[in-house]
């Protein structure tokens, strides 16, 4: 079974860039489909990114396409979520997820890390 553990977030101005982490642990990796979402408070958990247990597809959310890059080293044990242009409306906890299915519905995820909070200030 599979554990994840965020990092990487932070406060960064408007414009700035920031670089996600996510590591997992367990020997069953490389089989699991990995997600990014985001929750903002008051708001409901959205997706953010996703990629295929080998890297081969990818797919972003409408809002953060062209800035956004979701990628993956199997031989680390990580996700990475780069994140450039960054806008006041990214600020929200960032979440990996882990799961059998590659899907942007949170529901399809099996398990998720602890988040990491993102901030950008104007």
């Known amino acids: 079974q599979v554990q994840l553990v965020e990092s990487g977030g932070g406060l960064v101005q408007a414009g700035g860039s920031l670089r996600l982490s996510c590591a997992a642990s367990g020997r069953t990796f490389t089989t699991y489909n990995m997600g990014w979402f985001r929750q903002a408070p008051g708001k409901e958990r959205e997706f953010v990114a996703a990629i295929s247990w080998n890297g081969a597809i990818t797919n972003y959310a409408d809002s953060v396409k062209g800035r956004f890059t979701i990628s993956r080293s199997n031989g680390k044990n990580t996700v990475y979520l780069q994140m450039n242009s960054l806008k006041p409306e990214d600020t929200a906890v960032y979440y990996c997820?882990?799961?059998?299915?590659?899907?942007?519905?949170?529901?399809?995820?099996?398990?998720w890390g602890q988040g990491t909070q993102v901030t950008v200030s104007s």
């Open positions: 997820a882990a799961g059998s299915v590659y899907s942007t519905q949170p529901s399809h995820y099996d398990k």
